[in-house]
């Protein structure tokens, strides 16, 4: 797919950027170029780009194309393996985490990439696709839900290659006084397994990142980002200490609380993709806790008076007991009346966290008539083993691990695997995703009842999982600050969790015979879904969503996804990306283009 040497030996001809001016930036009507068209790059413009990063440009050969007229080989079974393998989808840049959503997008490779290894590679292809009007996508871990990290007739600028790891023991930004942080650098390119390995498995300090393993560490902090133990911790965003961002000038710029204020804030949780092409970033690092551990269990109840009674003695409980810095993970809602747990903690010991659960569990074992439950399942192990590799492929039904026979040149080193809980989303196609912030205020007595209700009712339609580390009610104090200094929907902080469904199908692919999505379930789901979910977001005077997990259709997105904050998104988007240069679906300034970001329409 990805033919490296395309271009390499150019040396003889001019450096693309040709330090050409950028286009007028026309208005209404203006149109971004495609390959066809007159004013489309000629090979000696895309040999002078070749020249300027090093011969790291290449063209990318869709392998969906070939797939499409021999369906039933051996190789298309192969494609369809590879896509379910999130490190493959990850170290290609031919490739996106899911293949696409109903009636949505699909996922399509750029006609050219860029694998940048330095910021000067980036700064490179952001004056070549400004230069010569193209639409520019970037890619690190290719999670986007939303598809932001492809785009077909683009550049992509590919991220990978850029996956430095450093530990500072008194880091101090740019610009910035005061005594220095423990932190943690780490390339655009890194996913959230190689920053674990090196900070808490080799390093024995924590970093807030992502919960699952192959989510590139520049997209999840600047969606604001959610870890298991964010509660303890805070978002991704809120320890962002400063960041590397190259702009729509190709202007290489230091961001942090002295420097581009403004444009550090906005990298805060302000959308990935939107504000410049961050290279690295220095994120805080803390102390480690002794033990972290998990709450596993599945709940039956006998008849529906049962499971609301059910209903609302989690909820009782989750407000006295779990709602704090030490829990976080899932409390899932589904039909037939089935309540299931999959909640973790940090700070506790095993007999600790049993301890915070016998008063549930008497509750429950003094009406066994009632309720069908095995025993729940309360582990503890010292929280450095919780990342190590090595350790977690020896735990039965946890992880998923790599593979692969042959690697590519960007595979971790360290023992590869995904939880075995994200390992379905690899070459997923998406029929359906709604979410929303719950107020801590649904969890008092006087409103219980009628988020009681309103789950119920979503899980007899389709089923709802309550994220509670998604939501900032109950963290530390100090969590709760940082937090509110980011560009996230202030909602995030007085929420208690994040609600959540969703609708998949393994891997498939359109024109592909024998593969193709199921286009038909995918909107009868989507149907089902939001019906299932109106109760929930009446509960809300302005409900509120996270961008990084959404849904594609959210019609009030921007305050959705930002509240009160966007006016000032807007603000710093026009200061540093003027003429638009980049584009991903819903994200600030989208509104003045086209669905797939090539018509200027305001």
């Given at each position: 797919m990805l033919r490296r040497n395309l271009l390499k030996g150019a040396a003889t001809l001019p450096l693309v950027m040709a330090l050409a001016p950028a286009p007028a930036f026309a208005a209404q009507g203006r149109k971004r170029v495609r390959p066809g068209d007159a004013r489309w790059p000629d090979a000696a413009a895309w040999a002078g780009l070749g020249k300027a990063v090093g011969g790291r440009l290449a063209k990318i050969d869709s392998p969906w194309a070939a797939a499409a007229t021999a369906p039933g080989s051996p190789e298309t079974a192969a494609l369809f393996k590879a896509v379910r393998n999130s490190f493959h989808n990850s170290e290609t840049p031919a490739f996106t985490q899911s293949l696409g959503w109903t009636d949505a997008w699909?996922?399509?490779?750029?006609?050219?990439?860029?694998?940048?290894?330095?910021?000067?590679?980036?700064?490179?292809?952001?004056?070549?696709?400004?230069?010569?009007?193209?639409?520019?996508?970037?890619?690190?871990?290719?999670?986007?839900?939303?598809?932001?990290?492809?785009?077909?007739?683009?550049?992509?600028?590919?991220?990978?290659?850029?996956?430095?790891?450093?530990?500072?023991?008194?880091?101090v930004g740019k610009g910035c006084k005061?005594?220095?942080?423990?932190?943690?650098?780490?390339?655009?390119?890194?996913?959230?397994?190689?920053?674990?390995?090196?900070?808490?498995?080799?390093?024995?300090?924590?970093?807030?990142g992502g919960g699952c393993t192959?989510?590139?560490?520049?997209?999840?902090?600047?969606?604001?980002?959610?870890?298991?133990?964010?509660?303890?911790?805070?978002?991704?965003?809120?320890?962002?200490?400063?960041?590397?961002?190259?702009?729509?000038?190709?202007?290489?710029?230091?961001?942090?609380?002295?420097?581009?204020?403004?444009?550090?804030?906005?990298?805060?949780?302000?959308?990935?993709?939107?504000?410049?092409?961050?290279?690295?970033?220095?994120?805080?690092t803390h102390e480690l806790p002794a033990t972290v551990g998990a709450v596993n269990a599945e709940i039956t109840a006998a008849n529906d008076d049962a499971y609301r009674a059910l209903v609302e003695q989690m909820l009782s409980f989750y407000r006295t007991d779990l709602l704090n810095p030490h829990w976080g993970e899932q409390i899932h809602f589904r039909s037939r009346r089935r309540l299931g747990l999959s909640l973790v903690f940090q700070g506790l010991s095993q007999a600790q966290a049993a301890a915070v659960w016998k008063p549930f569990l008497d509750w429950l074992a003094a009406r066994s008539g009632d309720y069908a439950f095995g025993k729940p399942q309360i582990s503890a192990l010292p929280a450095r083993m919780f990342w190590n590799g090595a350790i977690m492929k020896t735990l039965s039904g946890v992880v998923k691990m790599d593979d692969r026979t042959e690697l590519t040149p960007y595979a971790f080193k360290g023992e590869r695997y995904v939880w075995d809980g994200d390992a379905g989303q690899a070459g997923q196609i998406i029929h359906g995703y709604q979410s929303?912030?719950?107020?801590?205020?649904?969890?008092?007595?006087?409103?219980?009842?009628?988020?009681?209700?309103?789950?119920?009712?979503?899980?007899?339609?389709?089923?709802?999982?309550?994220?509670?580390?998604k939501g900032i009610a109950g963290a530390t104090q100090e969590a709760q600050?940082?937090?509110?200094?980011?560009?996230?929907?202030?909602?995030?902080?007085?929420?208690?969790?994040?609600?959540?469904?969703?609708?998949?199908?393994?891997?498939?692919?359109?024109?592909?015979?024998?593969?193709?999505?199921?286009?038909?379930?995918?909107?009868?789901?989507?149907?089902?879904m939001k019906a299932a979910w109106g109760p929930l977001l009446a509960l809300q005077a302005k409900p509120a969503s996270y961008v990084s997990e959404t849904d594609y259709f959210e019609a009030d997105w921007q305050q959705a996804f930002w509240g009160e904050h966007y006016p000032r998104l807007q603000q710093i988007k026009r200061r540093y990306d003027p003429e638009g240069l980049f584009f991903v679906h819903h994200s600030v300034g989208c509104e003045a283009w086209s669905a797939d970001g090539f018509t200027r329409e305001a």
């Amino acid at each position: 797919m990805l033919r490296r040497n395309l271009l390499k030996g150019a040396a003889t001809l001019p450096l693309v950027m040709a330090l050409a001016p950028a286009p007028a930036f026309a208005a209404q009507g203006r149109k971004r170029v495609r390959p066809g068209d007159a004013r489309w790059p000629d090979a000696a413009a895309w040999a002078g780009l070749g020249k300027a990063v090093g011969g790291r440009l290449a063209k990318i050969d869709s392998p969906w194309a070939a797939a499409a007229t021999a369906p039933g080989s051996p190789e298309t079974a192969a494609l369809f393996k590879a896509v379910r393998n999130s490190f493959h989808n990850s170290e290609t840049p031919a490739f996106t985490q899911s293949l696409g959503w109903t009636d949505a997008w699909t996922s399509k490779p750029s006609e050219y990439a860029v694998a940048a290894e330095s910021a000067a590679d980036v700064a490179a292809a952001v004056k070549f696709a400004r230069a010569h009007d193209l639409r520019l996508v970037v890619k690190g871990g290719g999670h986007s839900y939303l598809g932001g990290s492809n785009a077909p007739d683009s550049l992509l600028i590919w991220m990978k290659p850029m996956r430095a790891i450093e530990l500072h023991d008194s880091f101090v930004g740019k610009g910035c006084k005061g005594p220095g942080e423990h932190a943690v650098s780490l390339g655009a390119g890194c996913i959230w397994l190689e920053a674990y390995d090196a900070v808490t498995t080799k390093g024995g300090r924590y970093v807030q990142g992502g919960g699952c393993t192959t989510v590139g560490v520049a997209g999840l902090v600047q969606g604001g980002g959610f870890g298991s133990f964010s509660k303890g911790f805070g978002t991704a965003a809120a320890n962002l200490l400063e960041a590397e961002v190259v702009t729509a000038d190709g202007q290489v710029r230091i961001a942090n609380a002295s420097s581009n204020s403004d444009l550090f804030w906005a990298l805060k949780g302000g959308g990935g993709g939107t504000f410049g092409v961050v290279t690295r970033l220095t994120l805080r690092t803390h102390e480690l806790p002794a033990t972290v551990g998990a709450v596993n269990a599945e709940i039956t109840a006998a008849n529906d008076d049962a499971y609301r009674a059910l209903v609302e003695q989690m909820l009782s409980f989750y407000r006295t007991d779990l709602l704090n810095p030490h829990w976080g993970e899932q409390i899932h809602f589904r039909s037939r009346r089935r309540l299931g747990l999959s909640l973790v903690f940090q700070g506790l010991s095993q007999a600790q966290a049993a301890a915070v659960w016998k008063p549930f569990l008497d509750w429950l074992a003094a009406r066994s008539g009632d309720y069908a439950f095995g025993k729940p399942q309360i582990s503890a192990l010292p929280a450095r083993m919780f990342w190590n590799g090595a350790i977690m492929k020896t735990l039965s039904g946890v992880v998923k691990m790599d593979d692969r026979t042959e690697l590519t040149p960007y595979a971790f080193k360290g023992e590869r695997y995904v939880w075995d809980g994200d390992a379905g989303q690899a070459g997923q196609i998406i029929h359906g995703y709604q979410s929303t912030w719950l107020s801590k205020d649904l969890l008092e007595p006087a409103r219980r009842a009628a988020l009681v209700d309103a789950l119920i009712h979503a899980a007899n339609g389709w089923s709802v999982s309550l994220h509670c580390n998604k939501g900032i009610a109950g963290a530390t104090q100090e969590a709760q600050a940082r937090t509110l200094d980011t560009a996230m929907n202030p909602a995030v902080v007085d929420a208690f969790a994040l609600a959540i469904t969703g609708a998949e199908e393994p891997a498939a692919y359109p024109g592909v015979a024998g593969h193709e999505p199921n286009d038909g379930k995918g909107r009868i789901d989507a149907k089902l879904m939001k019906a299932a979910w109106g109760p929930l977001l009446a509960l809300q005077a302005k409900p509120a969503s996270y961008v990084s997990e959404t849904d594609y259709f959210e019609a009030d997105w921007q305050q959705a996804f930002w509240g009160e904050h966007y006016p000032r998104l807007q603000q710093i988007k026009r200061r540093y990306d003027p003429e638009g240069l980049f584009f991903v679906h819903h994200s600030v300034g989208c509104e003045a283009w086209s669905a797939d970001g090539f018509t200027r329409e305001a």
